[in-house]
Nanobody, 122 residues
């Protein structure tokens, strides 16, 4: 069974950091485009960041530039999203997805994880 699994979420105080991981079972993420998305309560799912299969191209939403860093090591399965200087408005369910292009468009990603909660609160 092919699955994508996110981990590393949780409750963190404003200004804190988390590292989210995206891993696959039943296949490997190596050389696939991987995107991170998030969905806050009552809002649409939005693209946060993506990384090309080689890791040479990365894109970020303006709202997270300078605070979030996406990375991968194709010798190992996970794709990481390091999130620093967290703000309450970063509170959302974060999703990892695999698609053909490094973009922030939800419809371009075919395979999704179940999501993981990130809550930023004091």
């Amino acid at each position: 069974q092919l699955q994508i699994v996110e981990s590393g979420g949780g409750l963190v105080q404003p200004g804190g950091s988390l590292r989210l991981s995206c891993a696959a079972s039943g296949f490997t993420l190596d050389y696939y485009v991987v995107g991170w998305f998030r969905q806050a309560p009552g809002k649409e799912r939005e693209g946060v960041s993506c990384i090309s299969g080689s890791g040479g191209v990365t894109n970020y939403a303006d709202s997270v530039k300078g605070r979030f860093t996406i990375s991968r090591d194709n010798d190992k399965n996970p794709v990481y999203l390091q999130i620093n200087s967290l703000k309450p408005e970063d509170t959302a369910v974060y999703y990892c997805a695999v698609g053909p292009y490094c973009s922030g468009y939800v419809d371009e990603y075919a395979y999704w994880g179940q999501g993981i909660q990130v809550t930023v609160s004091s």
